[in-house]
Structures are given as C-alpha cells and as structure tokens.
C-alpha cells in the first residue's frame, strides 16, 4: 500500500480508538492491534502530528505514580473522521466499478 494512503489511514484509525473515550498510548496500540498493526514508535508520531494538527488534545494524568498522556479526540478530529467515512463510500463506488468484469465472471 502507498505511504502516504497507509500513513492518513492510520491517523484515522487512532482518532476512531479514541472517539468514545480519552485513552493513552499503550492502550491504543492495544485497542487497534485486532484490526491493524501498528508500534508505539509509530504510534506516538501520530498522537503529535494529529495534536499539532488540532485533531487531539493531551492531558497528563499521574497514574500509579507517575505521569501518564491522555489523548482526547477534538470536533476537529470529529470532522476528520465524518470525513474519512464520506469518502470511503466514494473509495468503496470506485472499487465496484473497478472489480466489476471479475464479479461478472464468477
């Protein structure tokens, strides 16, 4: 899959782990690993460029001790995510018309 394509799919699948709740890093990874792979180390570049993008916003939280991130999913990120699902239906119009002769011959 094209960098680019896989690296925009990804911020959109760490938005959708955090939509319905604040989480941390490490239980994002964890949360997205039945549906992709993906390392904290490419995890948490991400989490900066979806915050520096106004898609997140952090809090750090003491946890057992010590200081935790928590990320927390922004309308801006609402909207990117409403977006990406409007344009996957277009993706989805794409690929029917694209594989259609194959569907035709089975």
Same mark, same amino acid.
């Given at each position: $899959?094209? #960098?680019? $394509?896989?690296? !925009?799919?990804?911020? =959109?699948? =760490?938005? +959708? +782990? /955090? @939509?319905?709740?604040?989480?941390? !890093?490490?239980? /994002?990874?964890?949360? $997205?690993?039945?549906?992709?792979? /993906? ?6 570049? /991400?989490?900066?460029? *979806?915050?520096?993008? +106004?898609?997140? #916003? =952090? ?5 057992? !001790? ?11 990120? *609402?909207?990117?995510?409403? #977006? &990406?699902?409007?344009?996957? @239906? ?6 029917? &018309? ?6 035709? #011959?089975?």
């Amino acid at each position: $899959m094209e #960098n680019q $394509m896989k690296r !925009g799919l990804l911020d =959109v699948c =760490v938005l +959708a +782990a /955090i @939509k319905d709740e604040d989480s941390y !890093g490490y239980q /994002i990874v964890k949360d $997205m690993s039945q549906y992709v792979e /993906i390392s904290e180390s490419t995890l948490y570049p /991400i989490l900066r460029r *979806l915050e520096s993008s +106004a898609m997140l #916003n =952090v809090r750090t939280a003491e946890h057992n !001790g010590r200081l935790r991130k928590y990320y927390h999913i922004t309308e801006t990120g *609402l909207e990117r995510l409403q #977006n &990406f699902k409007d344009e996957w @239906k277009e993706l989805m119009q794409i690929y029917e &018309f694209v594989t259609r002769e194959e569907k035709n #011959n089975d």
